[in-house]
T-cell receptor
Framework: QQQVKQSPQSLIVQKGGISIINCAYENTAFDYFPWYQQFPGKGPALLIAIRPDVSEKKEGRFTISFNKSAKQFSLHIMDSQPGDSATYFCAASMDSSYKLIFGSGTRLLVRP | DAGVIQSPRHEVTEMGQEVTLRCKPISGHDYLFWYRQTMMRGLELLIYFNNNVPIDDSGMPEDRFSAKMPNASFSTLKIQPSEPRDSAVYFC????????????FGPGTRLTVL
């Protein structure tokens, strides 16, 4: 019940296309859902995060869509650029616990 | 601020040797986390500290692993004795306060145990 399932494992998108990464969770006590971006040789860095009181959050080309009833959330990258090529991790946590439970990661490649 | 600092960046050792990884969190951050990243298991939380006190070490794989935080600006993760299956990238992260606060990750230490 503590798991966060992430798909796909890898994704190839043409420049200008939309990248979509999906995550699902079981524990309804989760109330914070961040996405982290990791470039090769670097540590993960927070990209965008959402709480379940909203269904969507947008920051620039990056949007999180959240479906509380389905216990799913997704990251959409609009107008994908080669510089977006990285590994993306979804995560979840509960306010009462400081632990972040990470998904397995999605390796995104944006072709020029 | 320089961000989270980890050393060494790369470590190659032989099975059975002791390995010590070091971390300096961001000044003013009161939470410190140690993660391990492998292809097979992804990002796993090993242990985290609040105000230098270990809060949850349930992710520490076995007694060969130990972590300390003697002061607010320094933490170590020690593996003794090391085994080939410990080969991974180890990340340290820090954050300020409770709730939905961002964790800032260091660059990681790539450990190879031969």
């Amino acid at each position: 019940q503590q798991q966060v399932k992430q798909s796909p494992q890898s994704l190839i998108v043409q420049k200008g296309g939309i990248s979509i990464i999906n995550c699902a969770y079981e524990n309804t006590a989760f109330d914070y859902f961040p996405w982290y971006q990791q470039f090769p040789g670097k540590g993960p860095a927070l990209l965008i995060a959402i709480r379940p009181d909203v269904s969507e959050k947008k920051e620039g080309r990056f949007t999180i869509s959240f479906n509380k009833s389905a216990k799913q959330f997704s990251l959409h990258i609009m107008d994908s650029q080669p510089g977006d090529s990285a590994t993306y991790f979804c995560a979840a946590s509960m306010d009462s616990s400081y632990k972040l439970i990470f998904g397995s990661g999605t390796r995104l490649l944006v072709r020029p | 601020d320089a961000g989270v600092i980890q050393s060494p960046r790369h470590e190659v050792t032989e099975m059975g040797q002791e390995v010590t990884l070091r971390c300096k969190p961001i000044s003013g951050h009161d939470y410190l986390f140690w993660y391990r990243q492998t292809m097979m298991r992804g990002l796993e939380l090993l242990i985290y500290f609040n105000n230098n006190v270990p809060i949850d070490d349930s992710g520490m794989p076995e007694d060969r692993f130990s972590a300390k935080m003697p002061n607010a600006s320094f933490s170590t993760l020690k593996i003794q004795p090391s085994e080939p299956r410990d080969s991974a990238v180890y990340f340290c992260a820090s954050s300020r306060g409770l709730g939905y606060n961002e964790q800032f990750f260091g660059p990681g230490t790539r450990l190879t145990v031969l």
